[in-house]
């Protein structure tokens, strides 16, 4: 079983509309959660860390965590289309060992 | 502050051969990770390196290597190159923390192409 999990996509959006990307996990010990974005040909950007259930805003932006369910999602509000990239998202456990998923790709469509 | 920096960009090497990428963490970061990344298989944890120790490894084999600085600085060597080691090498660094919530954030450099032919 994979650490981290992700719907690979495409996910394919009009702009203006929310982008929902979502992400499990397997070890119930992790702590922190993050979401990059990487646009194709680029090295990964940090969008945000979430480590707290509930949801956390910044921005355009929602990460929702739900420890009990092992999940983490990723909202994308008023989409437009420079959001268009793969989104990664990534779990620390412990150790300092990150793990990542594989990506879901996001279109927005003028 | 300077982000993380990473040489050379771009290598073109045959197969056989070995290659060295280098990668500077942001100033303060005690802790630096690599990573290859190829179409379809995400991102593959190679090692992290804190304090000159590797501290954690991934599944790779042992043309796989790499080392830690004094500075911090660190660099992956490849040996005996094959056509499917072409990729990008990302590193990443962070401060290395392992306790608590929320301590720890990785950083990527803008990466290394490799290609093997």
């Known amino acids: 079983q994979k650490e981290v999990e992700q719907n690979s996509g495409p996910l394919s959006v009009p702009e203006g509309a929310i982008a929902s990307l979502n992400c499990t996990y397997s070890?119930?010990?992790?702590?922190?959660f993050f979401w990059y974005r990487q646009y194709s040909g680029k090295s990964p950007e940090l969008i945000m860390f979430i480590y707290s259930n509930g949801d956390k805003e910044d921005g355009r932006f929602t990460a929702q965590l739900n420890k009990a369910s092992q999940y983490v999602s990723l909202l994308i509000r008023d989409s437009q289309p420079s959001d268009s990239a793969t989104y990664l998202c990534?779990?620390?456990?412990?150790?300092?060992?990150?793990?990542f998923g594989t990506g879901t790709s996001l279109t927005v469509i003028p | 502050k300077a982000g993380v920096t990473q040489t050379p960009r771009y290598l073109i090497k045959t197969r056989g051969q070995q290659v060295t990428l280098s990668c500077s963490p942001i100033s303060g970061h005690r802790s630096v990770s690599w990573y290859q990344q190829t179409p379809g298989q995400g991102l593959q944890f190679l090692f992290e390196?804190?304090?000159?120790?590797?501290?954690n490894k991934g599944n790779f084999p042992g043309r796989f290597s790499g080392r830690q600085f004094s500075n911090s600085r660190s660099e992956m060597n490849v040996s005996t190159l094959e056509l499917g080691d072409s990729a990008l090498y990302l590193c990443?660094?962070?401060?290395?923390?392992?306790?608590?919530?929320?301590?720890?954030?990785?950083?990527f450099g803008p990466g290394t192409r490799l290609t093997v032919l």
């Open positions: 390196y804190f304090s000159e120790t590797q501290r």
């Open positions: 990534a779990v620390n456990p412990t150790g300092n060992q990150f793990y």
């Open positions: 990443a660094s962070s401060l290395g923390l392992t306790s608590g919530a929320g301590t720890d954030t990785q950083y």
């Open positions: 070890d119930r010990g992790s702590q922190s």
